[in-house]
């Protein structure tokens, strides 16, 4: 009887099944890393975006915030928040309000805008104190020049969002702080929300 045992064909189906599986764990591993350098060239603009808060130059009882796109794109702001804390100088009635504003036209490669007490207007309609009024930058949201959307909260964190960024997530960032300050400020803001922004120096270097 004719055996159907051909040692070379089993050799080369063993080689052909080696091969197969090598070759896909290749393409898989390409493909992970492709992904891998997609994330980190989508997050390195992300990443030269930041915000802050500093004291006043001019007052010792007043802080500033300030925003700066250190990348060399540019960047829209979909959504800022910051918290004010001042006090009338005729009244001695003290303030503390949340505002949620947007920042309608993007901010310009390499360049930085600051909001100070005056730019804010109370909830009143009054406008803030330079010299006695504190600004605390607690989060912004913003898109990147892919359109890729991120949030960047007042303790330095940047994360994705994916979808939109609404009330709920906001909440879950800052509840918190939020329970602290009396009332949203819904009065529309000046023009200083859709400011010029101005030439930062090095960001390439910098970022």
Request: contains cysteine.
């Amino acid at each position: 009887m004719e055996s159907n045992y051909r040692p070379n064909s089993c050799r080369g189906l063993i080689f052909t099944g080696v091969s197969t599986y090598y070759g896909a764990k290749v393409a898989q591993d390409q493909l992970d890393q492709s992904r891998k350098t997609t994330d980190e060239e989508s997050r390195a603009q992300a990443s030269r975006v930041y915000m802050w808060s500093e004291p006043s130059k001019n007052y010792t009882y007043a802080t500033n915030g300030v925003f700066a796109n250190r990348s060399l794109d540019p960047v829209t702001i979909l959504d800022l928040a910051f918290t004010t804390f001042g006090i009338d100088n005729k009244t001695g009635k003290s303030y503390d309000e949340l505002h949620d504003v947007i920042v309608i036209h993007p901010i310009q490669p390499c360049s930085s805008f600051t909001i100070t007490p005056p730019d804010i207007i109370r909830g009143d309609g009054e406008r803030y104190s330079a010299e006695n009024t504190y600004v605390d930058l607690l989060l912004i949201y913003f898109r990147d020049t892919n359109g890729k959307q991120w949030v960047r909260a007042g303790d330095g964190k940047l994360s994705p969002v994916e979808g939109n960024f609404g009330i709920a997530d906001f909440k879950k960032m800052l509840g918190h702080r939020l329970d602290a300050f009396k009332q949203v400020n819904d009065v529309k803001q000046p023009d200083v929300m859709n400011p010029k922004g101005k030439p930062l120096e090095d960001c390439a270097a910098g970022s």
